[in-house]
T-cell receptor, first 110, second 114 residues
Framework: SQQGEEDPQALSIQEGENATMNCSYKTSINNLQWYRQNSGRGLVHLILIRSNEREKHSGRLRVTLDTSKKSSSLLITASRAADTASYFCATDAGGFKTIFGAGTRLFVKA | NAGVMQNPRHLVRRRGQEARLRCSPMKGHSHVYWYRQLPEEGLKFMVYLQKENIIDESGMPKERFSAEFPKEGPSILRIQQVVRGDSAAYFC????????????FGSGTQLSVL
């Protein structure tokens, strides 16, 4: 079974709006990461948040982590058409491997 | 500074043939991970290797699939006697320290089994 599950599965917004994606996981983690994938390409790392952190920012990205609820959110502010991609959360599940969720497909309309 | 290199980019095989997928990690990275992705789905972990060692192969099918990361040369994911269900995108990622930190991904190999 998957460790991380994203919500919603798909999201369509207008350019300039904010996009929020959520991720829930099942077991204790050391860190949680968010990645982006453009169609037909490999994943690109966006941001890593550790289990003792509650919020982290990187440019237009804001990530929160609530370990009590085993959930994280990724906020993209002032979205652009170029933000159209799939976004995945990934966790370590306390082991050596990084486990990915099913992803949220974001479509930003110009 | 080249990133993670995967080849071939596309691979077509007939049922029963062998598929060999290659991955050269980023320079200085000794940890390699293989993932499989079906259309519109997330990445499924297959195997984690360090140089000359398989650390975790819990996501790898017990039959027909094998992986190696020799002391010299790229990591190889080998699929013997391919079946149509093996058709997928296979991604390789590498990291410097292997502590579930940032992964660097290749562009993937799209395997199509006819």
């Amino acid at each position: 079974s998957q460790q991380g599950e994203e919500d919603p599965q798909a999201l369509s917004i207008q350019e300039g709006e904010n996009a929020t994606m959520n991720c829930s996981y099942k077991t204790s983690i050391n860190n949680l990461q968010w990645y982006r994938q453009n169609s037909g390409r490999g994943l690109v790392h966006l941001i890593l948040i550790r289990s003792n952190e509650r919020e982290k920012h990187s440019g237009r990205l804001r990530v929160t982590l609530d370990t009590s609820k085993k959930s994280s959110s990724l906020l993209i502010t002032a979205s652009r058409a170029a933000d159209t991609a799939s976004y995945f959360c990934a966790t370590d599940a306390g082991g050596f491997k990084t486990i990915f969720g099913a992803g949220t497909r974001l479509f930003v309309k110009a | 500074n080249a990133g993670v290199m995967q080849n071939p980019r596309h691979l077509v095989r007939r049922r029963g043939q062998e598929a060999r997928l290659r991955c050269s990690p980023m320079k200085g990275h000794s940890h390699v991970y293989w993932y499989r992705q079906l259309p519109e789905e997330g990445l499924k972990f297959m195997v984690y290797l360090q140089k000359e060692n398989i650390i975790d192969e819990s996501g790898m099918p017990k039959e027909r699939f094998s992986a190696e990361f020799p002391k010299e040369g790229p990591s190889i994911l080998r699929i013997q006697q391919v079946v149509r269900g093996d058709s997928a995108a296979y991604f390789c990622a590498s990291s410097e320290q292997g502590l579930n930190e940032k992964l660097f991904f290749g562009s993937g190999t799209q395997l199509s089994v006819l």
